[in-house]
């Protein structure tokens, strides 16, 4: 059974930084590629960042520069470091993991940017 579980989210200040991490189970980490996605009440979810099984990164507009991507497989891990927050930045964030076809999705972490 495949499981992705995040973790790191609150509340934090304009300006501030928080990192998400998402553990997993129940598939071969290494072999697939993974993401964050981000969902703002009233909003569709949308692609924050995401990491190929080669460590090749892709970021939506709206965070360039100021999120990274990591992974570590020998922890099963992938991470989302955020810089530089904005009160836009506040969404449920949502870890996934494609394995094949399939694309498995975490619960998600809420992270709350004040001004």
């Known amino acids: 059974q495949v499981q992705l579980v995040e973790s790191g989210g609150g509340l934090v200040q304009a300006g501030g930084s928080l990192r998400l991490s998402c553990a997993a189970s129940?598939?071969?980490?290494?072999?697939?590629?993974m993401g964050w996605y981000r969902q703002a009440p009233g909003k569709q979810r949308e692609l924050v960042a995401s990491i190929t099984s080669g460590g090749s990164t892709n970021y939506g507009d709206s965070v360039k520069g100021r999120f990274t991507i990591s992974r570590d497989n020998a922890k099963n891990t992938v991470f989302l470091q955020m810089d530089s927050l904005k009160p836009e930045d506040t969404a449920v964030y949502y870890c996934?993991?494609?394995?094949?076809?399939?694309?498995?999705w975490g619960k998600g972490a809420l992270v709350t940017v004040s001004t």
């Open positions: 996934a993991g494609r394995a094949g076809a399939v694309t498995y």
């Open positions: 129940g598939i071969t980490f290494s072999l697939n590629a």
